[in-house]
T-cell receptor
Framework: DAGITQSPRHKVTETGTPVTLRCHQT?????MYWYRQDPGHGLRLIHY???????DKGEVSDGYSVSRSKTEDFLLTLESATSSQTSVYFC??????????????FGEGSRLTVL | KNQVEQSPQSLIILEGKNCTLQ??????????LRWYKQDTGRGPVSLTI?????NTKSNGRYTATLDADTKQSSLHITASQLSDSASYIC????????????FGKGTKLSVKP
């Protein structure tokens, strides 16, 4: 299994509170991604990083921010959580960019419930 | 609009039987197509990655096919086992894209004894 650790794995919070999800990798892969998975939707990209301090938005980035201060850590922050952000969040890593045939490895997911 | 459609949405088969899952896409320009297996409560795990020039790729009892002309792919599972019960996700990458894959909604397969 790829060395990807997501924390916390489960979190229940209230609307309006800040939440930070952490993704830690031990593979030294350049690219890191945050996806969300919701019923009736395919996985959707929130933000991704192509190096330390280099990040870009995905298709559903509104309400989320990210930071990558070290190769191994990629943080996803919900500044003020809303019920629409209740979801399962997956971190993923790849050595190459996904426009090539870069293998994409996923973490185990973080289930977030916003009440 | 880039889209990936999978069928059927769900499928129930008996252990030992074969099955085929379908994926149609409208992603352009095409770079590669991937199949993932996702067990309940776990992250997706890659089964195969195919480029434009590959039309068949196997991984054990899993065989993926790709027809880039008709923009269709299939995943064939041979001699199914209970552990094959999972969601199977088709994912297409557009050429030149750095960060985005287009994910299908998945086919949920249940293998019954």
């Amino acid at each position: 299994d790829a060395g990807i650790t997501q924390s916390p794995r489960h979190k229940v919070t209230e609307t309006g509170t800040p939440v930070t999800l952490r993704c830690h990798q031990t593979e030294n892969h350049r690219y890191m991604y945050w996806y969300r998975q919701d019923p009736g939707h395919g996985l959707r990209l929130i933000h991704y990083s192509y190096g330390v301090k280099d990040t870009d938005k995905g298709e559903v980035s509104d309400g989320y921010s990210v930071s990558r201060s070290k190769t191994e850590d990629f943080l996803l922050t919900l500044e003020s959580a809303t019920s629409s952000q209740t979801s399962v969040y997956f971190c993923a890593i790849s050595l190459q960019g996904l426009g090539n045939t870069g293998e994409l490895f996923f973490g185990e997911g973080s289930r977030l419930t916003v009440l | 609009k880039n889209q990936v459609e999978q069928s059927p949405q769900s499928l129930i088969i008996l252990e030992g039987k074969n099955c085929t899952l379908q994926c149609n896409y409208t992603v352009s320009p095409f770079s590669n197509l991937r199949w993932y297996k996702q067990d309940t409560g776990r992250g997706p795990v890659s089964l195969t990655i195919m480029t434009f020039s590959e039309n068949t790729k196997s991984n054990g009892r899993y065989t993926a096919t790709l027809d880039a002309d008709t923009k269709q792919s299939s995943l064939h599972i041979t001699a199914s086992q209970l552990s094959d019960s999972a969601s199977y996700i088709c994912v297409v990458s557009a050429k030149g894209s750095q960060g985005n894959l287009i994910f299908g909604k998945g086919t949920k397969l249940s293998v019954k004894p």
